[in-house]
Every structure is written in C-alpha cells, then in structure tokens.
C-alpha cells in the first residue's frame, strides 16, 4: 500500500513529496500534465532553441525560503543572483535600480535616500526573520517579534492613503510601487504593502535570482529527489475524485481550494466546504513570451542591468492601472512585470538571441490578448523594441486556466492575496492544511502562507501528515541531515 498520494507537481507538492518521501514513506506524485513542475515549468514557446519560464522566473521566494535553504536548493541548482535585484524606468530617459548592495541603493535615489534607508533597512538586518514570520501563518506568535513588528509598522505605513508621506521625489515610490504590485490587489493595501516589502527586502539580502537554464531546474532537481528516496511520479494522470487514487494513507492535494471542494465532497462537513467557496480568487494574469534579436533597447541603458523591470510609470500610474484591473477593466498603460533572463543566462537564447517574458494583470477570466498592451508600455521607455521582435506568443487568463486548473481565470496566487484572505486561507486556523477528512491535507497556496515558488506550503503540511498519521516528528534540520 502507498504510504502517501501527492496530487499536482508543483513546487509545494513537489516538497511535501521530497519530505514525505525522506522521512521514509512510500510516496506517489500523480501530475494531469505531460510535463512536472505547474508553476515552476519551461519550454520552448515561440521558436526552437528559446527557453521560456511557463509561469514564475524569478526567484527571491526560493532563495529566502527555510525550507529551500534546509534542502539545499542552491547545491542542487545553480542560479544566479545578479547585483541588480529590480528596475524602473521613468519617462525621460530615467530609472531606479533596486541593488542587492542597501547602501548603493539609497545613495542612487538621492533626497529620498534616507527615506528608503528607514523603511527598509531594519528590515534587510533581520531578513531572515522577516521571511521566516511572513513564509509562514499569520496565526502564531512570531519567533522574532521585533522583526514581525518592524514589517508590521512598516506595512501599515504604505498600505493607507498616507503612504506619500515620507517620499520628496518620484523614483523611489515608483521604485516601491513596482514590487508591491506584484500581489495584484488593489493599492494602496496592507496586503500589497507587505507584499512589496518582504519583496524589496529580500532584494537587498539573499537577492533574486535565476536557476540557470530556467524554472523547470527546479522542478527537476525536487523531483530527482523524490525519485532517490524511493517516490515514484506518474505525468498524464487525470485525478478528478478519490475514485481515481489507489489506496493511501494519506492524501495531499496540491491543488485549488475548490478541487478539494469537489473532491471531499460530501465527506466535508457544510461549513468546510462554504468556506472554501468563500476563498475569493483573485485577478487574473495575461502574458506574452518573446523571442528577441537583440536586447530590449532600453532608453536608460542601466535598466538592462535587472533581470526583473516593472513597467508603468509613477507610482500614482501604477495604483491607477492596478484599481482599473478591480474595477473590471484594463488600463490603456497598464502595469507590466517583465523578466529579461537571458541578460543574466544567455544559455536560454540561440547566441546573440533574446527572450523576455512579460505578463500584466486583468479582471478574473479575461480573454484579452495582451500582446499590445505589452508592446506599446515597453516601447514607451525602450523605443525600437518592436523591431527586435522574432515571436510573440500571448497566452490570456482562460489560457493560463486550462493549462493548470489551479490557475482559475488566470489567478496564479492561489485565491486574491488580501489580508484578511492571508489570514484565513482557506479557514481560520493556525493549521490550515489539515481537512476535516483524517486522512487528507491541502498543501497548495490556497493554504498558507500563499502563493510563490517556496516550497512553504507543502512543508506544512507534510509535516503535520508525518505527526497525525504516522507518529514522525520532522524538523527543517531533519530535513537538511536526511
């Protein structure tokens, strides 16, 4: 009998399967596409010999993340993590750079240096502690309260309407702007707020990389390790209920929360299940991968230095296009998150090729083709870049749906990420990856602590499996010395 099922292989199936799968079960990952890894993918989606991230890229999640650090993602993958974290073009010619150097950073935004300095710096000093309170449940007393307060007073000074107060200039809150939208809320918020923190934080201490050759390393290497501690995984495996799985001992579901809806069924007391159909998701995400024949030629050359740009002008642009996505609509000038990976690992391009990834955020379900949107923000701060296009290939919110179905109508967060939804995710409870059935978990980032490539949520609640059914107490440093 199979000690333990993982449905999905994602990154948090994925690693509630390495740690089942070390603590000595006999562990079967089951994955409904032909290919592993649901958010940590790559393939070839414009032209032959260009390597594109299927969904995230850039990593600063994965190398804060505890339980990465413990596995020893870094001695299993190589990345690199470029001096240059972000950017932001202004118009004019102009941009901000978020350097892993704190130091440098302040001294390139001139009078609102030291504006950047005391909202971040106490943070970078204890960003280990900040990562390790905020990869992890709301519900619990933090390890390092002064770090859990620093980010809280900080979070609630740019999630109000004050949030201009400490800033003179327009680079710096841009700069700020850019990041706190990537938890596609509307802004300003708490959630966002500390969202773009812990981001920017991490910016300026382990940084962010890249895992050379892309994403899919990741997976990869996760699944390899699986494989060495006896776990089998099965591509091309349609789980639609408990009908589908052979017996187990437990069950994990690396899936949606309204997966596990259907899937427990009528198993599930009523009031589980309302609260699951209460996780609310949140907007969509609709992305374009280009194939280039030259570098994005960025007015401000120094741009060209960060992987990761974030397009949309000034901070009030960005909070515009952001409130437009909540309202049902797409900004003309839209808020644009790109990746230019081969900048940085020129080994996913032909020689002297390119690629960029690019996606911006649209009401939940939307079928626009962002191509356009896309094109004309970029040409707005890198003129001539429609030249150097080879391919593009659009992929909308219903796209991105029915290639994971966890992605419903283009949300990859797993359920909107707004704090009171943080806070109970999908219920309220400091252990939210247990279900009422005894023998089934959900581990995906409809759980907490919520969405990116950290491996946190399948760590949870492997290890409360591991208690519950089988009597193992696990550690991360059991983790590190299996």
């Known amino acids: 009998m199979i000690d333990a099922t993982v449905v999905g292989s994602g990154p948090n199936g994925l690693a509630a399967a390495l740690t089942l799968a070390r603590a000595g079960l006999r562990v079967r990952v089951l994955e409904r596409n032909a290919t592993i890894g649901g958010g940590a993918r790559s393939a070839e989606l414009t032209l032959p010999g260009f390597v594109h991230d299927v969904c995230s890229a850039v990593h600063p999640a994965g190398l804060a993340s505890p339980f990465f650090r413990a596995w020893g993602l870094t001695a299993r993958v190589p990345f690199v993590v470029p001096e240059a974290s972000y950017a932001h073009p202004l118009d004019g010619g102009r941009g ?3 350097w892993r150097d704190l130091a440098r950073t302040i001294d390139g935004l001139g009078r609102d240096g030291a504006a950047w300095r005391g909202l971040l710096e106490p943070l970078v000093r204890r960003v280990d502690a900040v990562t390790g309170f905020t990869l992890g449940p709301l519900l619990r007393v933090p390890r390092d309260p002064f770090a859990a307060v620093a980010f809280g007073l900080r979070a609630l000074d740019q999630g109000g309407s004050g949030w201009n107060g400490r800033f003179r200039a327009d680079a710096a809150p841009a700069l700020l702007t850019g990041v706190t939208a990537h938890a596609n809320v509307p802004l300003p918020s708490i959630a966002a707020a500390g969202a773009g923190l812990m981001l920017a934080a991490q910016a300026h201490g382990r940084g962010w990389g890249l895992p050379i050759g892309g994403t899919q390393r990741i997976a990869d290497a996760m699944a390899d390790d699986v494989r060495a501690h006896g776990g089998e995984i099965l591509t091309g495996v349609e789980v639609t209920g408990p009908a589908d799985l052979e017996p187990s001992t437990v069950t994990l579901l690396d899936t949606s929360a309204a ?208 208690r519950d059914r089988f009597g193992i107490a696990m550690e991360l440093r059991d983790l590190a010395q299996s």
């Open 259 to 466: 997966f596990l809806d259907r899937f427990g069924g009528d198993r599930l007391p009523t009031g589980y299940r309302r609260a699951l159909r209460a996780l609310r998701s949140g907007a969509g995400v609709a992305k374009v991968d280009f194939a280039l024949s030259a570098p994005v030629p960025w007015a401000d050359p120094a741009i060209a230095q960060a992987p990761t740009v974030h397009l949309g002008g000034t901070r009030a642009e960005i909070a515009f296009s952001e409130n437009e996505v909540s309202r049902g609509r797409v900004a003309d000038a839209p808020y644009v998150l790109a990746v230019q990976p081969t900048l940085a690992d020129p080994s996913r391009a032909p020689e002297g090729r390119h690629v960029l990834w690019a996606y911006l955020h649209v009401p939940n379900g939307s079928p626009l083709d962002p191509t356009e949107h896309i094109v004309r923000q970029i040409e707005r701060f890198a003129p001539g870049f429609r030249d150097t296009i080879l391919a593009a290939v659009p992929r909308t919110a219903p796209d991105l749906e029915r290639d994971n179905p966890n992605e419903r109508g283009g949300d990859i967060s797993g359920g909107a990420a707004t704090l009171p939804q943080l806070i109970r995710r999908p219920i309220l409870s400091p252990e939210p990856w247990r279900t009422p059935i005894a023998d089934l978990y959900l581990c995906s980032s409809a759980t907490a602590p919520g969405p990116a490539v950290h491996g946190m949520n399948g760590w949870f609640a492997a290890r409360l499996a591991l």
């Open 96 to 98: 901000a750079i978020a």
